[in-house]
């Protein structure tokens, strides 16, 4: 079946653009992931929800960061007034239960964001 | 997390078995280890997990000793594809808390 879709795969912004991306995990995963990576290092976790609501948002980075899965499906990542240092690549992540069920991540292929 | 530590680098010939070693001897009784790994530019791909046992799925093995302080990644037979980034992961409170943390990992470099 379709894993995790992100979209874009690609997206270069300049500073001070608002920025959104968007993932679409797998039809019926209760949660959804959403992490960052920096070249050369292992994911970062940004924030993540069960069904739509939000459980646990202590990674991300500040304010200008937010997220929303209102349906409990697809979710958005927003990036306010985006700044170099916010170039990465974010990937999304959904697991079939929550975290205490101790389900797999089945993570999408990423957005590679570029701030100049 | 529990802190897990990984050898930065590995080598391993094509057709051989692989075996990627992790400690994590501040583990609680509650706590899963997972195994991720990253292929290039991919995203993760999960492995496989377990929590005392010993595990087999059709992608690998995973050896847990019985103190549960360390455990072996085990790859039968290292093809060319499985030069990748493995990371051994134990999500901290038996995984309640949703937050995996990766840390470097093992680059695993299967040679011709």
């Known amino acids: 079946g379709a894993g995790v879709s992100q979209s874009p795969r690609y997206k270069v912004t300049k500073r001070g653009q608002d920025v959104a991306l968007r993932c679409d995990p797998i039809s019926g995963h209760v949660s959804l992931y959403w992490y960052r990576q920096a070249l050369g290092q292992g994911p970062e976790f940004l924030t993540y929800f069960n069904y739509e609501a939000q459980q646990d948002k202590s990674g991300l980075p500040n304010d200008r960061f937010s997220a929303e899965r209102p349906e409990g499906s697809i979710s958005t990542l927003t990036i306010q007034r985006t700044e170099q240092r916010d170039s990465a690549m974010y990937r999304c992540?959904?697991?079939?239960?929550?975290?205490?069920?101790?389900?797999?991540?089945?993570f999408g292929n990423g957005t590679r964001l570029t701030v100049t | 997390d529990a802190k897990t530590t990984q050898p930065t680098s590995m080598d391993c010939a094509e057709g051989r078995a692989a075996n990627l070693p992790c400690n994590h001897s501040?583990?609680?009784?509650?706590?899963?280890v997972y195994w991720y790994r990253q292929i290039h530019s991919q995203g993760p791909q999960y492995i496989i997990h377990?929590?005392?046992n010993n595990e087999t799925n059709e992608m690998a093995s995973l050896i847990i000793t019985e103190d549960r302080k360390s455990s072996t990644l085990i790859l039968p037979h290292a093809t060319l594809r499985d030069t990748a980034v493995y990371y051994c992961?134990?999500?901290?409170?038996?995984?309640?808390?949703?937050?995996?943390?990766f840390g470097k990992g093992t680059k695993l470099s299967v040679k011709p």
């Open positions: 992540a959904s697991s079939l239960h929550g975290p205490k069920a101790n389900s797999p991540l089945h």
């Open positions: 377990g929590l005392k």
């Open positions: 501040t583990i609680s009784g509650n706590e899963y």
């Open positions: 992961i134990v999500p901290r409170g038996g995984g309640s808390q949703g937050n995996l943390i």
